[in-house]
């Protein structure tokens, strides 16, 4: 059955004991923004969920074998990615709980998931679509850049399909969060919980990872930083992340996210 589903420009990675990954050897790759949005989404086990831009699938699978969500839909603008996190899924043993859609951000609504949701989460691209340097692969391109969809269109499509109450998850880059929040408020996403990363204690946050709430009331609680990496060892490039830390890569667990310095 695997050799079935993997083409010849793809390859097939173990990403833990329980999934399995094809990825596009051109296409942009799962890090480690993927696994913590993943444990930052708390559980909900009957929840309706979208995954907005969900490239390979990597974050929906994450979720749905850890039974942390319901059902998923997983909107992806590339079709060819679409169709990969269906085959994802059809190999995980998850397309009852994972529904692939093809669809845009931009225009996607809540009859293409049936219904209203209780949970939207994603990974948005993050660089403008004039900034940085073009990657030869538009696969790439795609996924960092903000050329079919800004995070302004993300957020108003994350409110256009949760139902009053719920919750929108995101990572993105520090150095846009003014963007970030903006477009939270603008479209009634009001931001409640807020965690900054760093690869060390002497580095500026690499990423930041937000929960807001569709209608809600102002109130934010900012946690205590995640710290990725021993300082003593930051410039080693086979640094090992701290046990903490690896105990989330290994749960998904929005808990042991807590217990890791929330």
Known sequence: MTDNIIYENERLDYINEDLRLIQKKNGLTYGTDAYLLAAYIRVAKNAKAAELGSGTGIISLLLAARKKLGKIYACEIQKEFAELCERNAELNSLSDKIVSLCADVRSIKSSDTDGELDVVFSNPPYMRADSGKRNQYDEKFIARHEVCGNIEDFCAS???????GGLF??????DRFSDLFTALKKHKLEPKFMTFVHADALSSPSMVLIEAKKGAATGLKISAPLILHNSETAKDSSRELLTAVKRIYETCSFEDFRKAGL
Request: charge should be positive; charged fraction near 25%.
């Open 169 to 174: 998850y995101c990572v993105y880059r520090p």
């Open 158 to 164: 994350a409110s256009r399909l949760l139902k009053y």
